[in-house]
């Protein structure tokens, strides 16, 4: 089981999706995002799975969650920075959004 301080140390937060481009060499489908995080963070890179249920453009301009506190991670070519929140449904990956504009960079608390 997890504890509250497990949580606590992950660090998740508000960006907004500012560019998308389809990730040709990933093993499923996915996209590359660029996400701005706000100043203090700035511009982090991610690989995303949402595919099935985000067109490209639709995303831009939409804000996200991520945990932006892991390590990067290879996939294919691309370096993942960030890990971006989503629930898995039967139609694809859902991103778990802010229901109200916030600040980029603002953190889950």
Same mark, same amino acid.
Request: proline letters at 4%; charged letters at 30%.
């Given at each position: 089981?997890?504890?509250? =301080? !497990? @949580? *606590?140390?992950? !660090?998740?937060?508000?960006?907004?999706?500012?560019?998308? =481009? #389809? @990730? =040709?060499?990933?093993?499923?489908?996915? /996209?590359?995002? &660029? *996400? !701005?995080?706000?100043?203090? *963070?700035?511009?982090?890179?991610?690989?995303?799975?949402?595919?099935?249920? /985000?067109?490209?453009? &639709?995303?831009?301009?939409?804000?996200?969650?991520?945990?932006? #506190? @892991?390590?990067?991670?290879?996939?294919?070519? @691309?370096?993942? &920075?960030?890990?971006?929140?989503?629930? /898995?449904?039967? &139609?694809?990956?859902?991103?778990?959004?802010?229901?109200?504009?916030?600040? #980029?960079? !603002?953190?889950?608390?």
């Amino acid at each position: 089981m997890a504890n509250i =301080e !497990d @949580f *606590i140390k992950l !660090d998740i937060r508000v960006g907004t999706i500012t560019k998308v =481009e #389809n @990730f =040709e060499k990933a093993k499923k489908p996915a /996209y590359q995002l &660029e *996400i !701005d995080f706000g100043k203090e *963070i700035g511009i982090k890179k991610s690989s995303a799975q949402i595919t099935q249920l /985000y067109s490209k453009e &639709e995303l831009i301009g939409k804000q996200i969650l991520a945990v932006i #506190n @892991f390590p990067p991670r290879q996939v294919a070519n @691309f370096m993942s &920075e960030v890990l971006v929140l989503g629930t /898995y449904s039967k &139609e694809g990956v859902a991103l778990i959004v802010p229901d109200k504009k916030v600040q #980029n960079g !603002d953190k889950l608390g």
